[in-house]
């Protein structure tokens, strides 16, 4: 099955002032601009989840998400552009259902609400064959779009970055893109984890990093800002000012701490002058929804 983007990604550069001159060079590969609603790295773990799906002759992907997940509302509305039917396993009961949630509603997407208990079942055998038997075998996708296919389909990010750069810079949710990305680079990666605690992703990652490029890779967890999902005031004024700098749009769970830790670590002397920075916009901006009121964008 042919799967159209919207629009090819490509490159941005930032201006110098924004690094006040201290490195060679920061540009942004804008994976956001793919499609609007299948956005930056769900694309890619998607496409490939969903060609194999097609083989398998199945025509309903069944995925799990919070209320807020992107991989949740990116696989509704690829389900849609590619008439599958898809199920959302969800955590938590939600009397009002949140933006994000209506929107997998309006794309055709069956909600299952579980309980944060049972939600923690997710990846169990038992859990999981029950699931199936009720949707009538589905295409199964876990978590964030965590699996093989998800770590190919992101090898293809890769293709499209260019040899000048010196790192390559993403924000890591479950690994899947890193994964991917450190697979088939020959850049140095360094990942920054929105959660407290994600410096444990460094370990989880390993095994499915070829031997040639495990310590090609490091994965940062500083800018979390008390927690996965969790913006305060400074992340705000920090996204307004990077839009008015660059006209560049992030998202306040993953891509503007990326850019708030870089921006840190620049100015903290942590690169060489000669450093060449590729930060990755892995999208995400749906997420921004619940503080779209604050947001000059
Ligand atoms: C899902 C997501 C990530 C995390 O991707 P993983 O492959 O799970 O590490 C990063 N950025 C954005 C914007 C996302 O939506």
Redesign the pocket.
Known sequence: MDIIPDQQPYIQEIPADWYNNKIAGLAMLRL?VIDKDI????WY?LKNNITTCVHQEKNTILTFGGGYS??LS?TAAMANKCQLNSIGVVRGKYKKLTPTLEYCKRMGMQLHFVSFEDYKLKDDIDFLTELSKIYNNPYLIPE???NKE?RIG?ERIADIIPNEYSHIV???????????IVNNSHIPVL?YAPMKGGKYLNDEVKQYIKPERQTSYLIEDKWNFGGFGKCNELLVEFMNDFYRSTNIPV?R???AKMMYGIKEQIFGGFFDSNAKLLCI?????Q?NLSIQNQLIY
């Open positions: 956001d956005s930056g790295n769900k773990k992107n991989h990116a964030g779009g965590a998800g992101t993403l924000s890591v949710g479950t690994g899947t893109t890193l994964i991917g990942g998202d769970v993953y891509t916009h892995t999208g995400g901006l997420g």
